[in-house]
């Protein structure tokens, strides 16, 4: 992958501009905490992938017009908005089911951890306030006589990367935070209720914001 097409002044102001977006909360942020909080560092790890790999398919989905067509349709926004409020308040009901026991960090199986990747991959695709980001943020630092198609994509490739790692840092930050606090079942419980009171939260938010941008 080649930034050829940018100008090293250009990218530092992407990059600065990336960071200060990326490290303020949204829905994927939340919902990262409240991962590793419920359920410890390798699950909150598992979800930052998820989250990253919904926002790239935001990312290209914007590059392929998929924005403009959410700018342009209340129809195809409201559909997926209320199709992403719907899942968060259905992974707050897993969370009231789940038992109160969990085991404690590191020790989660391959296949729960693929399962919470996916819940946070949905989470964050489908959030149709993402694709709007993208397509009002990136335009900023393309350069019109140049492939717009491509600087796109990359430019959304870099922020993907730069909102990966400050939500790999949250989740560090909640892991040490979990550990001071304690892992007994009592902890568990609170932290079971709260992830779901969390998803509920979010959900409600998801479904009653307009066109908003946030990640």
Do not use: C, H, W
């Amino acid at each position: 992958m080649s930034f050829d097409l940018f100008s090293a002044p250009l990218l530092v102001a992407f990059l600065a501009a990336s960071f200060v977006l990326a490290v303020t909360p949204g829905p994927g942020v939340v919902y990262i905490v409240a991962r590793t909080l419920a359920q410890g560092r390798g699950a909150g790890l598992a979800s930052v992938a998820g989250v990253a790999a919904g926002n790239l398919g935001n990312a290209v989905g914007a590059a392929l017009g998929l924005a403009a067509l959410f700018a342009v349709s209340s129809l195809a926004f409201s559909v997926v908005k209320y199709a992403g409020a719907a899942y968060l308040i259905y992974l707050g009901i897993k969370a009231l089911r789940r038992p109160a026991a969990v085991a404690a960090p590191g020790e989660f199986a391959a296949p729960r951890k693929r399962r919470i990747a996916r819940d946070g991959f949905l989470v964050a695709l489908l959030n149709p306030k993402t694709a709007l980001f993208f397509a009002a943020f990136l335009p900023q630092f393309i350069d019109p006589a140049r492939p717009a198609a491509l600087q796109g994509a990359l430019l959304g490739v870099v922020f993907v990367a730069v909102a990966a790692l400050t939500d790999s840092a949250y989740v560090l930050a909640a892991s040490v935070a979990g550990a001071r606090i304690g892992r007994s079942q009592r902890f568990e419980t609170v932290g079971r209720y709260a992830a779901a009171a969390t998803y509920f939260g979010l959900g409600v938010f998801t479904a009653a914001t307009g066109s908003r941008t946030s990640r």
